[in-house]
């Protein structure tokens, strides 16, 4: 969608240390990025960082651009382009609130759309990813399954996530759709992003291990499981195997209301196969009633995408012919109700900057 569109949008990165700056046209990026520091701790220098990043990116195009779109952290009212309201660690100036998107907009008299991050991940893997990825192997093995529905997870600092049905990104009535505080699989009383995020993982692996060495990020511990650095192999292994435990439990819950494909994306990912077996052992589980008859914890059958022979079960599912009653005419009916969980194959950053261009011309496009 969109990778013939001529229309450009600018983009930002927004890092508390770092502005990224960009423009991006047909699902690409047509400029060098520009970065400036972000100055997150001084509201004056921030705000006219941002209008000079945005500035330098304008006076490299030959057109003018018709939107402004890019994600931003929350908590924020993202309809309505406002952001902060409360402490925000990487830009505490924006505690007491600011009207970011009606500032631009007035600046630059174009629209402008901002959004969560893991919300934008979620929209660019369901129009660019993921998705008709899915779709079109479904097609090539002769299927006539489609998919229309995804969940989108990030491993990050954070455990972020967005949906997207039909195309459309669901944001609530509040700009609040999050998964950070669902509760721990193993300490109810905690969110489970402390059982996700880079900080669980490093957590872990000093209590299985006893080394405390806070220098350890998940690359030195992913390359300790591998035996590519001294370590404890075994506790490096059981950090990422419980991330996949406890990420995979609160994926059962959403994808049990929402009913879609998952794509997981951010850095922790490279650990997948130490990850992923836990992950989907978790989302095959059982669960049982009070008298003890046991049923699928999700009830619909889950899928490795990333494995070709079950992406080709997946593909199968369940097909038969169906005489339609009272007459000869016979009908396909796939009986299996299925799901499947992927890890990106674009990569958070990309997915998120066409997330952010998608959402501006979509919105665009329903606005005409």
Do not use: W
Not at 211 to 218: G, N, S
Not at 309 to 336: I, P
């Amino acid at each position: 969608m969109y990778r013939d569109d001529q229309r450009t949008v600018i983009t930002l990165d927004a890092g508390g240390t770092n502005f990224v700056f960009g423009a991006m046209q047909a699902n690409r990026f047509i400029i060098d990025p520009i970065t400036l520091p972000s100055s997150a701790d001084d509201l004056d220098r921030c705000m006219a960082t941002m209008v000079e990043g945005f500035e330098r990116v304008i006076a490299q195009l030959d057109h003018k651009p018709v939107a402004i779109s890019f994600a931003f952290p929350g908590p924020a009212d993202y309809a309505n382009g406002i952001v902060g309201g409360f402490y925000l660690p990487n830009f505490p100036s924006f505690r007491d609130g600011v009207a970011l998107g009606p500032f631009l907009e007035e600046k630059f008299g174009i629209p402008v759309y901002i959004n969560n991050d893991a919300d934008l991940y979620a929209y660019g893997e369901a129009l660019a990813g993921a998705l008709p990825e899915i779709n079109e192997r479904l097609e090539a093995l002769g299927s006539a399954k489609r998919y229309h529905t995804l969940l989108g997870y990030t491993f990050g600092t954070g455990f972020g996530f967005g949906f997207v049905t039909k195309g459309e990104l669901h944001t609530g009535d509040n700009s609040c759709i999050e998964t950070f505080c669902l509760r721990h699989k193993h300490m109810p009383g905690v969110m489970v992003e402390d059982g996700v995020a880079v900080r669980a993982v490093k957590r872990v692996y000093r209590e299985a291990s006893g080394i405390d060495d806070p220098t350890l990020e998940p690359k030195d511990i992913f390359d300790i499981a591998e035996g590519k650095r001294e370590g404890n192999q075994e506790a490096a292994r059981k950090a990422f195997a419980t991330l996949g435990e406890v990420a995979g439990d609160a994926m059962a819950t959403a994808v049990t209301l929402i009913d879609g494909v998952i794509v997981i994306g951010g850095g922790i990912t490279a650990a997948k196969k130490y990850i992923m077996p836990a992950l989907l052992k978790e989302l095959r589980s059982e669960m049982h009633s009070i008298s003890g008859e046991a049923f699928d914890r999700v009830q619909m059958k889950v899928y490795d995408l990333d494995n070709a022979e079950e992406f080709e079960q997946f593909a199968r599912g369940a097909s038969r012919d169906l005489k339609v009653y009272g007459s000869d005419k016979v009908v396909t009916y796939d009986q299996q109700k299925r799901i499947g969980v992927m890890i990106s194959h674009i990569g958070a950053s990309t997915a998120i900057s066409m997330g952010a261009y998608a959402y501006a011309l979509n919105e665009i496009d329903k606005r005409n």
